[in-house]
């Protein structure tokens, strides 16, 4: 997934839509709005990984060899940044996914929906 982010200036795939594209394939659920939590959740942890992966090998890059502790120096982000950058975003990805669901989904599927969003199930 990395070597693919990259070429992004050539395939417009960065770590956010390559992460949205597996994501949802790595997760089996029976009920929609469970999947698309877990999507949510998985789509950050890929993003995630892809990121720490380039920024491993750029560090590489500069250092000229692979260091075990460069896994542990090239975390830019403080946890708290880090806790607070991942809730943003899967906000704004879970409401982005909700909206298209809403959209695909019956009247009847799409009330029953809204009805488990505001009971926060």
Do not use: W
Request: proline share 3%.
């Amino acid at each position: 997934m990395a070597d693919v982010v990259e070429e992004e200036e050539f395939n417009k795939m960065n770590a956010r839509n390559i992460a949205m594209v597996f994501a949802p394939n790595m997760t089996q659920m029976s009920d929609p709005l469970t999947a698309l939590m877990h999507a949510v959740q998985v789509m950050n942890l890929l993003k995630t990984l892809i990121m720490k992966t380039l920024r491993e090998r750029e560090e590489n890059d500069e250092t000229g060899g692979y260091s075990p502790m460069s896994s542990c120096s090239s975390d830019h982000q403080t946890d708290e940044d880090f806790d607070s950058q991942q809730e943003m975003d899967t906000r704004s990805e879970l409401g982005d996914r909700h909206q298209t669901m809403m959209k695909m989904a019956t009247p009847a599927a799409a009330v029953k929906m809204k009805m488990k969003m505001k009971s926060g199930r």
